[in-house]
């Protein structure tokens, strides 16, 4: 293998490149044209030896887990930037956080290099479009120097138009735009009662309730009349006063009574004082109940002051022009970008018309326009970046770098088309050329093979993931891989080619299955969905497809996923949406609606699958998400070693004292701190990194401790375990969903949102087969290679042919095309999308003359009958 590797390596090195636009290319020189990397042994990489041209754009291709991101960004971009911090001053330097050393012999002819890698948005809710692509800036930049004033109001700084400021916060909500108060339909929902009825639900009950009221018959207010008969201001001072009078209370009890003094809380006060300083839990949840979040009403939900908000542009306030689309906005603005010449011949024209006015709408008009040639106009400046996808916050980057007017600079991009219709796909490639044609260099790990085919340059990393992969098979003109056999990549970027195996999605052309009931949801209004009625056939899979922005995910990991039962994932700011219709309350405070669902009673459970991380610390692994690890401790606890030791299966858990190393508290790692330089990390020096403690490790199972065997791959333990019924049947199902390069003990925090995601489908797969469950996916392709989709698309035809319901949000149209129905959103994104365009068989939605999808859908389907009409 390795001589094969090396012979094509070095004939397609030494092939003279006759396209014009590759002439560059073939330079040799090592300052003029490569990338030269020398013995990389970046996790699974063999000693890798590849020049990747400069000034090109280059594919990185390859099975998940072979190694092409460890090449691209563990070793290429990791080593760029370990170089730049060398060239900050030692005591800056430990202030930034630093990435690791490559592990790399040598790299010559390297530039700087931006990495631009798939992240989901931030947990902040103060990050928005705006403030990720800086727009937001010159927007408040504009409202200072060019808005219009009411008539004596003094200028503002720019920082008093930002919720994110000490200046510009609304001092209710603190710049959140949402509030979490009480109103009397929360604290008094059956206004039928008197107080001393229990009218009033927020208030405590037994002793304390009771004192309230007698309180408030002392203070002459009527406990026994239905409360709807008080008049409005005893209602609002018994629920809503600040004022706590203290009162000399004599009970009427049935013995002598004893006078006592009782402060009076109102229910809101009540309610305020428990969420703050009640250290019980079960008290705190209890009067949550009672909590309602929506839109601030001191700032109608903009985070504003009301001195920025009375500040206006071309009519609209900071607020108003943050909530239109940008397609919207650049319309707005673009009347002042025209107004030089009338600026220019009159020093008395308004503020808005002013050359300051003119200045800054030219420069938002620019920027604004790559974003829209992405397809990004239906987003909004204020739309908060957690409710993005990764493949729009990636494009968020790529814009503003496109801005950035850097050249010589090497962009990594991981996956740039992920999360993109085949309709947005072609204006990313066209940016990507614009990087190139400003003369930088562009390396995009990626898995579309339309993307690949468009590339300059070609570096195939494999032949499998793991341990049998991080060799380079190829790396040369994209061509060139049609003639290396040992690809997994070559016969979904060349189909046609000689020897190719065709690349079946997983329905091998087989009639799609006949629903066996639906589900359906009517009156449908989140988002850009209004009034939506939406039917989904029970028994099959579903692929749910539309253009980025055309309610996808709002209608299937959102509405479905929360009238299925689903516990929302969603800030703490949110309440959990109920089962049945009606309305509730969205993620981002606003009111949505369902009027009709029938079919669930079809559902026995709801499961959904995303590529959230299974964990948030190393401690979390494959092994304990997946429940083997049980297994394995158990087996260990049950040997004679364990036995006569009396260790049981808790012993051999890094998680806890006892058996774990206590140096490192059983993380295998320790923080070196360095004065003046970078804090780093190293194995523990007392465990060298097994994280457990000497005695745990000498107990053994089949010849191997417990760090060893966490230490194994997938594929390794499968045989190992092979006699551990738990374990096997775990070991199996990751094989079979393409894992099995894995390793046991492989921290979650290592994992890519793909391999999650399988994880997730891996656990639910070994459990016992019931049927009847409805499963959701989020775009599951995302970062997996063609041949990994093969595997997963055997895996979820094996759920509906058990008798469950898939239902997928998917881009990629080979998933589309084996699909037994299809429903299309559209015809846009945004406001100009949230329709139901197209549903049916694939068949059906290609023939669609009003679907996006569907020309894209009839080649995919072309393609896997072979070209036949």
């Known amino acids: 293998m390795t001589t094969t590797v090396e012979a094509v390596h070095a004939k397609q090195n030494a092939e003279e490149l006759t396209a014009s636009n590759l002439r560059v290319l073939t330079s040799d020189d090592t300052g003029d044209g490569f990338v030269r990397v020398r013995g990389a042994r970046e996790n699974n990489l063999r000693n890798v030896t ?48 630093q990435g690791h050393n490559p592990k790399v012999e040598q790299i010559t002819g390297l530039p700087p290099a931006v990495a631009l890698q798939q992240r989901r948005g931030t947990a902040s809710s103060r ?123 004599t009970p009427q009890r049935d013995r002598v009574a004893k006078p006592y003094k009782g402060r009076f809380w109102s229910a809101k006060s009540y309610v305020m004082h428990t969420l703050l300083d009640s250290k019980s839990p079960a008290m705190r949840e209890k009067v949550l109940r009672f909590m309602e979040t929506g839109p601030c009403p001191r ?106 007017g850097l050249f010589g600079v090497i962009y990594v ?70 003639a290396v056999a040992g690809s997994v990549t070559r016969p979904f970027l060349f189909p046609d080619g000689p020897a190719a195996s065709k690349a079946d999605a997983g329905a091998g052309g087989r009639a799609p299955r006949e629903a066996t009931g639906w589900l359906e949801l009517g009156g449908i209004s989140r988002h850009n969905l209004r009034n939506l ?41 949110s309440q959990q949406l109920p089962d049945e219709p009606g309305a509730h309350v969205e993620e981002d405070g606003v009111q949505g609606s369902l009027t009709h669902v029938s079919g669930l009673e079809r559902i026995d459970r709801t499961v959904k699958v995303d590529q959230k991380p299974i964990g948030r610390t190393p401690r979390s692994n494959l092994a304990t998400y997946t429940g083997l690890f049980d297994a394995v401790r158990r087996e260990f606890a049950d040997t004679d070693a364990a036995r006569s030791r009396g260790f049981g299966p808790g012993r051999f858990s890094f998680n806890v004292a006892g058996g774990r ?58 045989g ?65 290679h063609p041949a990994d989709v093969e595997l997963l698309m055997a895996q979820l035809n094996r759920l509906v042919d058990a008798g469950n319901t898939v239902i997928v949000v998917e881009h990629a149209m080979d998933v589309v095309a084996a699909a037994d129905w299809v429903m299309d959103l559209g015809p846009a994104g945004g406001d100009a999308g949230g329709r139901i365009v197209a549903a049916g068989d694939p068949a059906v939605v290609a023939r669609s003359r009003s679907s996006r999808t569907a020309p894209y859908l009839a080649a995919a389907l072309q393609a896997r009958s072979g070209g036949r009409d």
């Open 533 to 573: 009625d939406a039917s989904f056939p029970l028994g099959v899979l579903t692929a749910v497809t539309g253009v980025s922005g055309s309610g996808k995910s709002t209608l299937v990991s959102g509405v479905l996923a929360d009238v299925a039962g689903i516990p929302r994932q969603a800030s703490e700011d």
């Open 127 to 249: 990050s928005t479009v705006g403030t990720v692509t800086t727009l937001s800036n010159s927007l408040r930049m504009l409202f200072s120097r060019a808005g219009s004033y009411p008539e004596g109001a003094p200028p503002l700084d720019s920082d008093a138009f930002s919720p994110n400021t000490a200046a510009g916060a609304c001092p209710e909500c603190h710049g959140l735009g949402t509030a979490h108060t009480v109103s009397e339909a929360s604290l008094v929902p059956d206004t039928s009662l008197s107080i001393r009825d229990g009218a009033i639900a927020a208030w405590p009950g037994a002793w304390q309730g009771k004192n309230l009221r007698d309180i408030l018959t002392h203070l002459g207010y009527d406990v026994d009349v239905p409360w709807r008969q008080l008049p409005r201001k005893h209602r609002d001072w018994i629920l809503f006063t600040e004022e706590q009078p203290v009162v000399e209370v």
């Open 720 to 784: 190992f375990l092979a006699g551990v019924p738990a374990a096997a049947r775990s070991l199996q199902t990751l094989q079979e969903v393409g894992l099995g390069y894995l390793r046991l003990g492989q921290p979650a925090t290592e994992l890519s949102g793909g391999e999650a995601q399988r994880i997730k489908l891996a656990t639910e797969l070994q459990r016992a087969r019931r049927g009847h469950t409805l499963y959701l996916l989020d775009e599951p392709t995302t970062g997996l």
């Open 50 to 97: 590849v020049d990747v041209p400069r000034d090109a754009i280059v594919a990185f291709t390859g099975v998940s887990g072979s190694g092409k991101s460890s090449l691209a960004f563990g070793t290429i971009y990791a080593e760029a930037q370990r170089r730049f911090f060398e060239s900050v001053a030692p005591y800056a330097r430990r202030l930034i956080q």
């Open 413 to 482: 991009l991981d996956e740039p088309s992920a999360g993109l219709h085949p309709a947005d796909a072609e204006p990313l490639l066209a940016v990507l050329d614009q990087l190139k044609a400003s003369g930088n260099s562009v390396f995009v790990v990626e898995h579309n093979m339309d993307v690949v085919r468009r590339a300059d340059w070609l570096v195939d990393v494999g032949p499998r993931a793991g341990e049998d992969g991080g060799h380079v098979l190829y790396s040369g003109p994209v061509q060139g891989l049609n």
């Open 661 to 718: 190393c206590e140096t490192c508290q059983g993380e295998g790692f320790v923080a070196v701190e360095l004065l003046f330089l970078p804090g780093s990390y190293g194995p523990c020096p007392e465990c060298s990194g097994s994280r457990y403690n000497p005695e745990t490790l000498e107990v053994t199972y089949q010849g191997k401790n417990i760090a060893e065997v966490l230490g194994m791959t997938v594929n390794a333990a499968a």
């Open 299 to 404: 700032c109608g939900g903009t985070g504003l002051r009301p001195e920025a908000l009375a500040v206006t542009f071309a009519g609209q306030t900071i607020a108003g022009l943050s909530t239109v689309p940008m397609t919207e906005l650049a319309e707005i603005i673009r009347p002042t970008t025209v107004l030089a010449t009338a600026a220019t011949a009159s020093r008395k024209q308004s503020s808005e018309s002013n050359e300051v006015a003119v200045a800054i709408t030219r420069d938002l008009l620019q920027r604004i326009t790559v974003l829209l040639e992405l397809g990004l106009g239906y987003l909004a400046l204020g739309r908060a970046t957690p409710t993005l996808s990764p493949g729009e916050m990636q494009r968020l980057r790529i814009a503003t770098q496109l801005r950035s």
